[in-house]
């Protein structure tokens, strides 16, 4: 069972940036978009990335390290994407809300992953 969770998180992970990767371009043109735009791709799919290597993380401290470094990720995509939508840079800002939301909620399952993980951890 947890396999399908751990696959279900890592396929949420792998979405959530091609979500960014396939909407990047529905951003209002200009220097502040473009910064932005290749930050929160660098950020979305560290993310995703760290995510793959936490699950061959070589201990619980490893683990638990990594999932820091994807909500640190995912932290900041959320930070960008707040910029962008106050700064009125996203053109569509409808199809963005889903988005947005997704990165919400991850942040949410990455932060409770890791208290739990640190518990458990302190426990044994």
């Not at 910064?35 to 995703?48: D, F, M, N, P």
């Not at 290597?53 to 900041?76: N, V, Y």
Request: glycine share 2%.
């Amino acid at each position: 069972m947890k396999t399908i969770q751990k696959y279900d998180l890592q396929q949420r992970l792998v979405k959530f940036s091609s979500s960014i990767i396939l909407n990047i371009n529905t951003l209002k043109k200009s220097f502040a978009s473009e910064h932005l735009a290749k930050q929160l791709i660098r950020s979305t799919t560290s993310a995703a990335l760290n995510y793959g290597e936490a699950q061959s993380a070589e201990s619980k401290r490893d683990f638990i390290h990594k999932m820091k470094i994807c909500l640190k990720e995912l932290r900041e995509s959320q930070v960008n994407l707040e910029i962008l939508k106050e700064s009125e840079l996203i053109e569509d800002s409808k199809g963005f809300e889903n988005i947005i939301q997704e990165c919400k909620e991850l942040v949410a399952i990455f932060t409770s992953s890791i208290k739990t993980t640190k518990v458990n951890n302190s426990n044994n």
